[in-house]
C-alpha cells in the first residue's frame, strides 16, 4: 500500500534522506529502527507532508497514488496518520469538539455530540482514559505519556489505514507503553490497518509485533530481517552496523 | 505551505451600498443650532441644552489626540450630527446585497433582525416578541429604557449621574458625544435585585443602541446583580464613519455589574469610544469587549475603582484586519485599599492589520494592598500585520502586588501541519488555533453569542486562503 522509491530529502542545504527504499503492505506491521541522527523523523514528517523537508528525488506512492504534491490533510484523508514524536499543544481548544471535528471530516459524517461521546467512550476504555481528561484543552500542559494518549486516541478516532508511529515509546512506562501498543493492536485486528514504528529501543516491539524490521542509517535502509533482527539490535545495540 | 489572507475587507465583501440621496437631506457640520435642534426636538429640559453646549465648546477647544491611531481621515465638517426622523430612509430587502443576506443564513440571524440589520427595518420590535420578558423585568422594578426616554420619565437620575463619571472634559470625543449624544440605554437595577438573564438578550437588536453619538447610562444600585450585553456579532453596515459613544456605569456597593460588547464594524468606520464604572465598596465592575471591523477603534474601558475591595476587570479580544487598527485596551484606577484588578486582553493582527494594546494601571498613594493582574497575548497570522503594547503603570503604594505578562506569538508552522495532518485543511486549523487562543474569554459570552463570535471567525478565515 505504501511504496517509496528512491526517496532523497533535504532540510535546508542538509540532505538527510539519501535514497531510501521501502514497501509496507496491507496489514503489515513494519519497525523501522536505527541511531539517533539517522533520518527516522524525518522519513516520518516528510510521509506525513511537513512543509521544511524538501523532497529532491525519489517516488512515494499511496494506495497507487503520488502523495508527494498532496497537502497534510489529504493524505489525512487517504487514510495516513503520524503519531507525533512531539505533538504541538493547541491552547484553548476543547478536545471531544476537535475529536468530533476531525471524526465527522474523516468519516463524512455529521455525528451528534451525544452520538459521538458513545463512540468515543469504546475508545478510552481501549486507552485507560479518564472522563476528566477530556474536559481540558488539547495536548495544553500535557505530560509525555499523556500526549502520547492523545496521539493514540485520534488514532483510533480516524481510523486511518496506515499509522506512523514516530518514537511514540519514547518517554513512556510500561503501563502506558502497553496501553499505547493495544490501540495499535486493535486496528490492526480490527480494520487490517498497516503500521510503521519508529524506535530507537526494542521496548515497545515486545507488545506490537513487527513482521518487517529495517535498520536505517545515514539516511539508508542498511539492513532488512524479521522480527529476530530487532533482538540482534536488542543485544549488540547498533554498533555491528557502524562504520 | 501557501499563505493566508483573512479577508476582512466588509466593503468588498459584504459591499453594502450607500444611498447617494441620503447624505444631501441631512445637514453636514455642527454648529450651535444642530444642538440646539436636537434638545428642542427631544424636548429636553433647559440643563441639559445648557450642558450641550457647554460641551460644545470645550469640543471646539480640544484638540485630538496624538497618541493611538491615526485620526487624520476624519472630517468633522463632512460628518452628518443629527437626523431627523423624517430623515430616515430605508432600503428593500430586495437590495440587500446576496452576500450579506447570505452572512446572516449562515450566521443564522432571524429574518426580523437581519432586516433590521440590513437598515430595511429603522426598529426591531423587540417589544411584541420579548413582552413577557419585559414584564418580569417591570416586576423586579428595573429601568430600561432608551436614553432619550429615560430622560423624559426619570430626569433626577440624569440631575445625579449624568456627565459624573465621564464629564464632557474628559477627551475631545467624550465632549462631542456629551453635545449631540441621541439614543443609547438607560438601566436602573434597584437595590438587591438580580436580574437573572443577560438584559440586552432580551433586545438584542435595537435601534437605540446603533446610534452613532449613543450615551448609555447604567446604576447599578447596592447590591444588585446584571449582566448587560450590547451589540451584536453580525457585521453592522454603518453609514456613518464616525462613532463615539459614551458609556457611564455606576456600581454602587456590592453591587456587580457585567458588560459585554461585541461590535463589529463595517471598515470604514472611526470607533471612539469612552466607557468607565465608578465602583464603590465592595462592588465588582466587568468589562467583556470584542472587537472586529472597523477602520480605527480607540477603546479603553475603565475602572474607577473608589470603594474598599471595589474589583475591577477587563477582557477584551481584538481583531484588526486588513486597513484595521485596533487600538483598545482598559484602565484601572486603584483609589482605595484592598481594591484589585484584572487586565486580559488577546489581540489577533492579519492580513495588515495593526492591533495595540494601551493600558494604564494607577494605585493612588495610600490605597493599601491593591492587587493588580495584566496580561496581554498577541497573536499575529502572517508577515503584514503588526501588534504594539504600551502598558503604563502608575504606582504610588509600595503595597501593591503587581503581576504582568506579555506574549506575542505567531501560528507556528508546526501547529498548523500538526492539525492538517488529522485532515483538518489549512483555514480550519488556523480557526481552530485562533478561537483556541481567544476562548478564555468567548467562554465568558453568552453561550449564542459565543457561538456567533466563533462562526463569525471561521467565515472570516474560510474560502480565503491562498
Known sequence: MLEIKNLKVNIGDKEILKGLNLEIGQNQIHAIMGPNGSGKSTLAQTLMGHPGYEVTAGEVSFLNENILEMEPNERAAKGLFLSFQYPSEVEGVNIISYLRMIYNHSHNEKLSPIKFRELLKEKMTILDIKDEFLNRYLNDGFSGGEKKRMEMLQMLVLEPKLAILDETDSGLDVDALKVVSQAVNYLAEKNGMSAIVITHYTRILKYIKPEFVHILKDGKIIKQGGEALAHEVEVSGYAPYMN | ?466
Open chain 2, 1 to 466: 505551505m501557501q499563505n493566508i489572507v483573512i479577508n476582512n475587507d466588509y466593503k468588498e465583501k459584504y459591499g453594502f451600498h450607500v444611498d447617494s440621496n441620503f447624505t444631501h437631506k441631512a445637514q453636514k457640520g455642527l454648529n450651535e443650532d444642530i444642538i440646539r435642534e436636537i434638545s428642542t426636538n427631544k424636548n429636553e429640559p433647559a440643563w441639559m441644552l445648557e450642558y450641550r453646549l457647554k460641551a460644545y465648546e470645550i469640543f471646539k477647544k480640544k484638540k485630538n489626540p496624538n497618541w493611538g491611531g491615526n485620526l487624520e481621515g476624519i472630517n468633522y465638517d463632512e460628518i452628518c450630527y443629527y437626523l431627523r426622523p423624517t430623515d430616515k430612509e430605508l432600503r428593500t430587502w430586495e437590495e440587500v446585497p446576496a452576500e450579506i443576506k447570505d452572512t446572516f443564513e449562515r450566521l443564522g440571524v432571524p429574518q426580523a433582525e437581519r432586516e433590521f440589520l440590513a437598515g430595511v427595518k429603522a426598529q426591531f420590535d423587540s417589544s411584541v416578541v420579548y413582552s413577557s420578558l419585559l414584564s418580569e423585568l417591570e416586576e423586579q422594578g428595573v429601568i430600561f429604557l432608551s436614553t432619550d426616554e429615560a430622560l423624559q420619565k426619570y430626569p433626577h437620575f440624569f440631575e445625579e449621574y449624568f456627565g459624573k463619571v465621564i464629564p464632557a472634559g474628559d477627551n475631545k470625543f467624550s465632549a462631542l458625544n456629551s453635545s449631540v449624544w441621541s439614543g443609547g440605554s438607560f438601566v436602573y437595577i434597584p437595590k438587591g435585585v438580580h436580574v437573572k438573564r443577560p438584559l440586552q438578550a432580551y433586545f438584542r437588536i435595537n435601534a437605540v443602541n446603533m446610534g452613532q453619538f449613543e450615551r448609555t447610562l447604567i446604576i447599578a444600585d447596592e447590591g444588585s446583580f446584571c449582566h448587560y450585553v450590547e451589540g451584536c456579532t453580525a457585521p453592522v453596515y454603518s453609514k456613518d464613519s464616525l462613532h463615539s459613544a459614551v458609556v457611564e456605569v455606576i456600581v454602587r456597593k456590592g453591587a456587580r455589574f457585567r458588560y459585554t460588547t461585541i461590535q463589529n464594524w463595517s471598515n470604514d468606520v472611526y470607533n471612539l469610544v469612552t466607557k468607565r464604572a465608578r465602583v464603590e465598596e465592595d462592588g465588582v465592575m466587568e468589562w467583556v469587549d470584542g472587537n472586529l471591523g472597523s477602520r480605527l477603534t480607540m477603546k479603553y474601558p475603565s475602572c474607577y475603582l473608589v470603594g474598599e475591595r471595589a474589583r475591577g476587570e477587563v477582557l477584551s479580544i481584538a481583531y484588526a484586519g486588513e486597513h484595521q487598527h485596533q487600538d483598545a485596551g482598559a484602565k484601572m484606577i486603584h483609589a482605595a485599599s484592598n481594591t484589585s484588578s484584572t487586565i486580559i486582553s488577546k489581540s489577533i493582527s492579519t492580513n495588515g492589520g495593526k492591533s495595540s494594546y494601551r493600558g494604564l494601571v494607577q494605585v493612588a498613594p495610600g490605597a493599601k494592598n491593591v492587587k493588580v493582574r495584566v496580561e496581554c497575548d498577541a497573536l499575529i497570522l502572517d508577515d503584514k500585520s503588526i501588534s504594539e503594547t504600551f502598558p503604563t503603570m502608575k504606582i504610588n503604594d509600595s503595597s501593591a502586588q503587581i503581576e504582568h505578562e506579555a506574549t506575542v506569538s505567531k501560528i507556528g508552522e508546526e501547529k498548523l501541519f500538526y492539525l492538517m495532518s488529522r485532515g483538518l485543511n489549512e483555514a480550519e486549523a488556523m480557526s481552530l488555533i485562533v478561537s483556541g487562543f481567544i476562548e478564555p474569554i468567548v467562554k465568558e459570552l453568552p453561550l449564542e453569542y459565543a457561538v456567533e463570535l466563533n462562526r463569525l471567525i471561521e467565515l472570516e478565515m474560510e474560502g480565503s486562503v491562498g
